[in-house]
């Protein structure tokens, strides 16, 4: 299998905590990818790391087998990697319609001068995606709607949808499920096994094991910025270091 | 005939027809200046509307850029001779440039620190056009007497004069319009709600804030140049804080990110004072508490932007109806 991301010895420093210290690993192409941990781990930082929001303090990123590291975000988006935040960034004030739009002009471009003149083809396909992936995620009838009056878990579809929409080769969720009740999260697994069923390679964050555990094919487990497991779910589960981190936690 | 093409006639017949023949009815000079300024101001507030109301950026020195583009034309006319034709676009121009100057260092400042930037800026140039004597005559100003000559065509009449400076105002909303009305739009009010999360749909967050920034002061510019054109006589106090601030104030009175608000809060501005001469000075005070009654009560403005949006794609018909966008949403 094609390796799609890889991680060599990313480290960020925070003053004088490591955050993420030394993490090592690698993602395959078409993988489901989790990464757990307990609360303040190092899980958002690593993304952060990842998609070129926080520069790393040492290590390097690689992406399609070019390193990454130190490119400005919008670089790396162009890439092909999209995500969504741990506390729900959609645009409030613009129409769930319009928050969908930016995920796909950010990739196929716009300019002023498209904008006036000769822009039609451009606009066209970008109305198009939107309305594919406003469906994909069922929120065709509320295109009109502002994105604030839309409930939680609504929201939370949108801005995965926004992601999609960027059309990525790998999709990172920072923990998608917080804040929904037990069949929400359910519902949410079997999107998310649906869309890597498609191709797409899928990194997840989770500080919970539930949703995890069921849908990934391979985990790696942060502790105060350290990774202390990197294997299949069954395997991880029973490793007494994941043990100890989850029970010796406030977890 | 359709609601959109019905609606966009009335507004053509209105401003081509109607405004004219009142104002050649009334038959004072006094009014076609307030049709003039209206349109100034007009242009001004949309094009301030595009880095404000959509890009979410407070800018407090619109007004010296309006200014760069007066003096720009005001001087090329009176020193050297080079006309309306070339010295409007030149003016906008000349505007646009001093933006992309003084944007290049300024745009990576975060909210605040971009507003008090943008004050620095204003300040600077009005000391600018108030000491350089050598060039902008200081505190004396500039004047232009050379009346409008298009193509070689000198238009002395007041209705010829309107006819032109309506035209250039309204072609240049129209471009303002359509800016804020497109997808190009949308990744500008995705900079105002969240500018890190636009970076990560893959927009250059700074290029586009440059972008918005300079065509903005291009239009100011453009304004500008119909101002100096029109009243033939521009000094350093045309451009100072306070008309930065009376620019805003349109802007945020008619409705932030609503372009029709924002030309209603322009005509508000300039007409009032106007209509309420018969009260004196206290006329201020009243439309002082006019507009702090308007804010209270009305918080998105006169013309919200949710309603602006729905005007523009329903009623006036810029939104893309393919099969698949059945209610008509989304931008062509
Ligand atoms: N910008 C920052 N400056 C200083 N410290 C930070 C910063 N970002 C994160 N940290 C610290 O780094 C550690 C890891 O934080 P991080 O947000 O990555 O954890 P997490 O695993 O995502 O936790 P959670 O499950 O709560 O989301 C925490 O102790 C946090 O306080
Ligand atoms: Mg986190």
């Known amino acids: 299998m094609t390796t799609i991301l890889e991680l060599d010895s990313l480290t960020r420093v925070f003053g004088g905590l490591r955050a993420v210290d030394d993490v090592s690993t690698k993602v395959s192409e078409g993988e489901l990818f989790g990464l757990i941990g307990p609360n303040g781990a190092g899980k958002t930082t690593l993304f952060n790391l990842i998609s070129g929001f926080t520069p790393p303090s040492s290590g390097d990123v690689r992406f399609k087998g070019e390193s990454i590291t130190g490119l400005p975000v919008h670089k790396i988006a162009h890439r092909g990697m999209s995500r969504t935040f741990q506390n729900l960034r959609v645009f409030p004030n613009m129409t769930v319609f319009d928050n969908i739009s930016v995920g796909a002009l950010g990739m196929i471009g716009v300019s002023p001068f498209s904008a006036l003149w000769g822009g039609r083809a451009k606009a066209r396909e970008i109305s198009e995606r939107s309305w594919e992936m406003l469906e994909k995620v069922g929120l065709k009838e509320h295109a009109d709607d502002l994105a604030a009056n839309l409930s939680y878990g609504k929201r939370k579809y949108l801005e995965i949808a926004r992601a999609l929409a960027m059309k990525p080769d790998l999709l990172i969720l920072d923990e998608p499920a917080a804040g929904m009740n037990d069949s929400e999260t359910a519902e949410l697994a079997q999107f998310i096994t649906d869309l890597n069923k498609t191709g797409l390679t899928i990194m997840l964050v989770e500080h919970d094991m539930g949703l995890v555990m069921g849908i990934c094919q391979r985990l790696v487990v942060l502790a105060s910025g350290r990774k202390i497991a990197d294997d299949v779910p069954a395997k991880v589960r029973q490793d007494p270091a994941v043990l100890e981190a989850y029970l010796g936690g406030d977890d | ?332």
């Not at chain 2, 017949?13 to 300024?37: D, H, R």
């Not at chain 2, 121009?93 to 990576?108: S, W």
């Not at chain 2, 920034?213 to 029109?230: D, E, Q």
């Open chain 2, 1 to 332: 005939m359709s609601k959109p093409l019905f609606i966009k006639l009335l507004l053509l017949v209105i401003v081509f027809a109607v405004v004219p023949f009142a104002l050649e009815g009334l038959g004072k000079g006094y009014y076609y200046q307030i049709a003039t300024l209206a349109f100034v101001f007009m242009l001004l507030a949309a094009s301030l509307h595009l880095v404000t109301g959509v890009a979410g950026l407070l800018h407090l020195g619109h007004a010296s850029l309006y200014g760069v583009g007066a003096y720009v034309a005001a001087l090329l006319g009176s020193k050297y001779g080079i006309g309306f034709t070339y010295g409007l676009p030149l003016a906008g121009i000349g505007a646009a440039f001093v933006a992309f100057l003084v944007a290049l260092p300024t745009m990576r400042l975060m909210s605040i620190y971009f507003a008090v930037a943008t004050l620095g800026i204003g300040q600077m140039l009005f000391l600018v056009f108030q000491n350089w004597v050598d060039v902008t005559n200081g505190p004396n100003g500039v004047m232009l007497f050379d009346g409008i000559d298009l193509f070689g065509y000198a238009i002395n009449s007041e209705l010829g004069i309107y006819y032109v400076v309506a035209v250039v105002a309204a072609v240049s909303i129209l471009i303002l319009n359509r800016l804020s009305h497109s997808y190009y739009g949308n990744a500008l009010r995705s900079l105002r709600e969240d500018d890190q999360c636009t970076a990560a749909m893959g927009i250059n967050v700074t290029v586009m804030k440059i972008q918005a920034f300079v065509i903005s002061a291009f239009f100011a510019g453009i304004a500008g140049a119909l101002w100096a054109y029109t009243t033939g006589y521009i000094s350093p106090n045309d451009f100072n804080f306070s008309q930065s601030i009376l620019i805003l104030t349109m802007v945020v009175v008619g409705g932030l990110g609503s372009l029709p608000g924002v030309l209603i809060g322009a005509l508000l501005l300039i007409l009032l004072p106007e209509v309420l001469r018969y009260f004196g000075d206290i006329r201020n005070i009243i439309v002082g508490l006019l507009m702090f009654g308007a804010i209270l009560f009305l918080p998105k403005g006169l013309f919200g932007e949710v309603n602006a949006l729905n005007f523009a794609r329903r009623i006036l018909g810029s939104a893309w109806s393919e099969d698949n966008s059945e209610k008509g949403i989304g931008w062509k």
